[in-house]
């Protein structure tokens, strides 16, 4: 399993752009990278998944340059509805039992007004 | 919604005592965890489970032990509940798409409190 390293907390302002990076240095060629959000006495929530390059869906944008040694999740404008805790897994699970997914700790990110 | 329930959500027990922890899907998903949540920390997983009475260890399976005898039903079942497994306990449910890994799905969680 690829480890991951993200920073443990980030303050923001509403409607700034948060870019949150991970460190992947081990990530595998068969590796996917994920992000999920979690809001307090809830369970996580995919955010986006991508291989490589850049991907974009209605909530956030992935970019991953070309070694996938790392990504960055982008969120655009955030609002104090973003506070909450981001984490990025890597993995695909080609593993005896397949997909052993492991989340680390994440990264707070606290939106101000 | 993805179809996953878990059961009960909250539950105190006392030291000693068997507790099971049911997680229900609807949509026949080969794969389901288990994880759980600590005050302030991440998620870690307890066991997995790969398809009916296929499982694996997780993280942190000591104390705890699961089976799928069904491909709707996962069980996590704490033998003889300790206060250190105080917790909040998800369950969760990959939902695979298209060429890439899926996704996890997670229940609402299960509050227990071991006195």
């Known amino acids: 399993l690829a480890k991951t390293t993200q920073p443990i907390s980030m303050d923001s302002y509403e409607g700034q752009e948060v870019n949150i990076t991970c460190s992947h240095n081990n990530i595998a060629t068969n590796d996917y990278i994920t992000w999920y959000q979690q809001f307090p006495s809830q369970g996580p929530r995919f955010i986006i998944q991508?291989?490589?390059t850049k991907v974009t869906n209605e909530v956030a944008s992935l970019f991953i340059p070309a070694d996938r040694k790392s990504s960055t999740l982008s969120l655009p404008r955030v609002s104090l509805s973003d506070t909450a805790v981001y984490y990025c897994?890597?993995?695909?699970?080609?593993?005896?039992?397949?997909?052993?997914?492991?989340f680390g700790a994440g990264t707070r990110l606290f939106v101000k007004a | 919604d993805a179809g996953i329930t878990q059961s009960p959500r909250h539950k105190v027990t006392e030291t000693g005592t068997p507790v099971t922890l049911r997680c229900h899907q609807t949509?026949?998903?080969?794969?389901m965890y288990w994880y759980r949540q600590d005050p302030g920390h991440g998620l870690r997983l307890i066991h997995y489970s790969y398809g009916v009475k296929d499982t694996d260890k997780g993280e942190v399976s000591d104390g705890y032990s699961v089976s799928r005898s069904k491909t709707e039903d996962f069980l996590l079942t704490l033998e003889s509940a300790t206060s250190s497994q105080t917790s909040v306990y998800f369950c969760?449910?990959?939902?695979?798409?298209?060429?890439?890994?899926?996704?996890?799905?997670f229940g609402e969680g299960s509050r227990l409190t071991v006195l």
């Open positions: 897994l890597v993995g695909d699970g080609k593993m005896t039992g397949g997909f052993k997914t492991i």
């Open positions: 969760a449910i990959r939902v695979r798409s298209g060429r890439d890994t899926g996704e996890l799905f």
């Open positions: 991508g291989y490589k």
């Open positions: 949509e026949n998903h080969r794969y």
